[in-house]
């Protein structure tokens, strides 16, 4: 279980003017960095009968990151869990990393043992602070801007409901019908629907 409260919400309007807003309210750049992922599922999933949702949660990500602010290049697998409440709301969540040497030889590992590339995101994050909050933008390649934001369960903002009401009262451009977006659930859609 992560350690922190995180929710993730939609840009209303540019990227720059958001992350100008950010500056001006005092917060400071913390990381920078690109993600690849790949999103693998078992080649036997019958996806035209599932979800979206369940979809993902069968998914196994392939990730190469290019950490800019640290100077350094991650690969990763990465396997996620989420739990639900009845609203679709997320009520806990886990990540599972392990560290790879190549990511072209994780794909390969994968598809060896039953799986199928389902498909690929590109995003860049900036990483913005002012000590207990994280706010990291996401631009998707081709997608939606978002953000991410995370508060540390010590803080005055241990609660969803806190967490939200901080962010509304920063009146940042955000669109809070949906406080729990997630890009890969948005791509996926995309694509379902080209089919």
Known sequence: MKDNNEITLKIIGK???????????????????????????????DIQRMTIRDIISKSIIIRKVDDFYNNEIR???VYKTKEYDENGDIISQNSIRMRIMDPND??????SIGYKKLM?????????SNGDISIATKNIKDGDNLIEVEARFNTKYSTLDELKKYLKNEELSLDFS????????????KIMNRS
């Open 120 to 128: 690929i995101i590109t995003e860049e994050d900036f990483v913005y």
């Open 75 to 77: 690969n990763d697998v």
């Open 15 to 45: 990227m720059e003017d958001f992350k100008k807003n950010l500056i001006e309210k005092g917060y400071e750049t913390s990381g920078n960095f690109i993600l690849y992922d790949v999103y693998m599922i078992p080649k036997n999933l």
């Open 178 to 189: 949906n406080c729990f977006v997630k890009k890969a659930e948005i791509e996926l859609s």
């Open 106 to 111: 994780g794909i390969k590992l994968f598809e």
